[in-house]
């Protein structure tokens, strides 16, 4: 099956940084979206980028579909965009494989 | 507020015993998604559904079973829960399969 690889696993930095967390794929896919989820355990769906770039404030992610990487970047991190983001990706069919996720901490 | 309801937020579970967890939508999504998050092994598909009157079976699907009976709600029961299924269950939804998904808040299970 589809590989989805996220790095760095860790990434600790201090507030007002910029950030850039990469995911790879192993094969062509239809959709792949970008979640956070915060240290109370929610998951909140971040980015829907099969392809192409999109931002939401501080948030933009950009997707090479040919080249099977996407890359979220956080610009001025605050202590809020704490917590675990992953990267998830189908291939058109009901199974969104996600990566194991990047474990960011922003220290004040 | 629109969203994904899940119930209960935890529960302590005997080995054994008959379980089920509850999902209910009110966004008019055509699809719904059962997951569990274990460490080390991220997020896994349980079961799915394209729409109402009909299920899937995901990645993991042994020992859970699942219904959609109307648009709203999908629970998923447990029917002789064991210590392996210990973990933490998301419910998700989206308007149709392939589209983005949203997460309910989970439900942490722990069977002993």
């Known amino acids: 099956g589809i590989q989805v690889e996220q790095s760095p696993p860790d990434l600790i930095l201090q507030e007002g940084a910029n950030s850039t967390l990469r995911c790879n794929f192993s094969?062509?896919?239809?959709?792949l979206q970008w979640f956070h989820q915060n240290p109370w355990g929610q998951l909140i769906n971040l980015f829907y980028?099969?392809?192409g770039t999109k931002q939401n404030g501080r948030l933009s992610a950009t997707t090479v579909a040919t080249e099977r990487y996407s890359l979220l970047y956080i610009s001025s991190s605050q202590t809020t965009d704490s917590g675990v983001y992953f990267c998830?990706?189908?291939?058109?069919?009901?199974?969104?494989?996600f990566g194991q996720g990047t474990r960011l901490t922003i220290n004040p | 507020i629109a969203g994904i309801t899940q119930a209960p937020t935890s529960q302590i579970l005997a080995a054994g015993r008959r379980m089920t967890l509850r999902c209910t939508q009110d966004m008019r999504h055509n699809a719904m998604y059962w997951y569990r998050q274990d460490l080390g092994l991220g997020l896994r598909l349980i079961h799915y559904s394209n729409t109402a009157g009909t299920t899937g079976k995901g990645e993991v699907p042994d020992g859970y079973s699942v219904s959609r009976a109307n648009t709203d709600d999908f629970p998923l029961t447990l029917a002789s829960a064991v210590p392996s299924q210990t973990s933490v269950y998301f419910c998700?939804?989206?308007?149709?399969?392939?589209?983005?998904?949203?997460f309910g808040d989970g439900t942490r299970l722990s069977i002993l």
């Open positions: 980028i099969p392809s």
């Open positions: 094969d062509s896919v239809n959709n």
């Open positions: 998700a939804s989206s308007l149709m399969i392939g589209q983005p998904q949203h």
């Open positions: 998830a990706v189908d291939r058109g069919a009901q199974k969104l494989v």
